[in-house]
């Protein structure tokens, strides 16, 4: 069946190959990111397939944005009863070292984006009685050496997932969450640029702890977002599906 998804931090990484995805899942997607313009390669990708999307510019830490952005979707593609939060950021330091803002724009973007945006969606959910919200989480919820803001949110992803599954079940509305381990993105670019190492040589150094030895890539995170969003997972819900290459990556 078709519906209406929206993907946050879509113009790119994760998020473009999510939204790519469920687009070939044959859903209409809204290809949100902070710029609409960063937006325009991942909706020609879907339509040149055949498939229709819409780009939307929206900050999903800013609540009026995330409203509008919500409405737009409504009018244009048609209620969304798919949600994604994937939208992040970094700014990592070592605790004693990090800032008031990076700890607050961490926290901000991941946890209350994701708070926004599943409160904007799940009235459409509701009214349908039907919905799927895949949060995105990380291996790094379970502790990571320069990532106190990033480890707080992601492991606050899972709490508001299991909430959000227990609040809105009742409603035909699953909430679950993935948590990636290292994947190919300009996220972990910006890690590798940070601690002054090649990304050819910080790919392999990292793939060589994982278990299926090699580096995930967008594709292996959108088949398992794309799980959690179709019909027949209609019972699992409030999960935390590691998406490492093993237990820990
Ligand atoms: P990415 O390549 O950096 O893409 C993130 C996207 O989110 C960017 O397009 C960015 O826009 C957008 N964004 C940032 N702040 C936003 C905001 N306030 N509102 C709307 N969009 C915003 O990241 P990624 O690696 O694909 O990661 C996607 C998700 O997976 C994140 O939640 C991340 O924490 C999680 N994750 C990634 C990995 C990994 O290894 N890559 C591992 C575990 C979890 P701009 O380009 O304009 O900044």
Redo the contacts with the bound molecule.
Sequence with gaps: MTRTAIV?????????ATATRLAADGHAVAV????EA?CADTVAAITDAGGRALAVG????DATAVTDAVARVEAELGAPTILVN?????RDNLLFKMSEDDWDSVL???LR?AFLMSRAVQAHQVTAGWGRIVN?????ALGNRGQAN?AAA?AGMQGLTKTLAIELGRYGVTANAV??????????R?TAERIGVGMDEFIAARAAEVPVGRA?Y?DD?AAAVSFFCSEEAGFVSGQVLYVAGGPRA
């Design positions: 946050t931090g879509a113009a790119r990484g994760i998020g473009a949100l990111d902070l710029d960063h929206a900050n999903v830490a994937n939208a992040g950021i970094i901000s973007v991941h984006g995105l989480s990380s291996t790094s990033y992601k948590a990636p381990g290292f994947i190919v993105t300009d996220m972990t910006q995930g967008p995170i």
